[in-house]
């Protein structure tokens, strides 16, 4: 079949990469025909292919500068596959706030550690993201500073300088609301190291994108308590 469609389209020989396209038969295929019955026997192979039962190959998008690549897919619909990502949007749930921002390391997944490895970017990987975005956020709006390690007569100057740059329409308004705020002390004291525990929500290699939330409360301590035994192993 080849060497007939080499015959009648000459063109292709100018084309090595056509070639190699068109070499490589074997696609990834969906279909179920070719699986076993649960007693072992085989079904008989009654029609080839089809064009609706193809797949493709994973993604595995990585950590690095944006790289963005379109797909046309069945009935015009575009998928949109993210081969490298540095950023996304993520939600702070607690605070209501979703900010863009860095992302910075990849820490966990529960598939392999090879994907933790090649800092491969999935749907429900742990990330490390940048915690600059949430900490200026939080500083407007209640002002406190967090992260700050609190000092002790040293630190009064600095405070009074802070606040003399405020009116005291906003002092008294970020004292209201921080007076009814209550912080969960895990998510504070990663602000300290500016390293926030996120997770991916989105997925990459459907969407071009690679949103998530910052972990809180149960599933924040949870993974905590996989990367410590991470860690010890």
Known sequence: AWLWFKATHSTFDNHPDRK?????????????????????????????????????????CKLGAKRVRSVRCRGGNMKYRALRLDAGNYAWGSENVTKKVRILDVVYNASSNELVR???LLKNTIIQIDAQPFKQWYLKKFGVDLGKKKKGAGGGKDEATEEEKRSRHVMFKQKARASKQKLDPAVEDQFQSGRLLA???????????????ILEGEELAFYKRKLEKKKKA
């Open 118 to 120: 090649t800092k491969t």
């Open 199 to 213: 997770c991916i929500a989105s997925r990459p290699g459907q969407c071009g994108r690679c949103d998530g939330y």
């Open 20 to 60: 190699v396209e068109l070499r490589a038969a074997m696609g990834i295929s969906r279909d179920s025909r070719h699986k076993h019955y649960k007693t072992g026997g085989r079904s008989n192979a009654s029609i080839k292919k089809r064009k609706y039962e193809m797949g493709r190959p994973a993604t595995l």
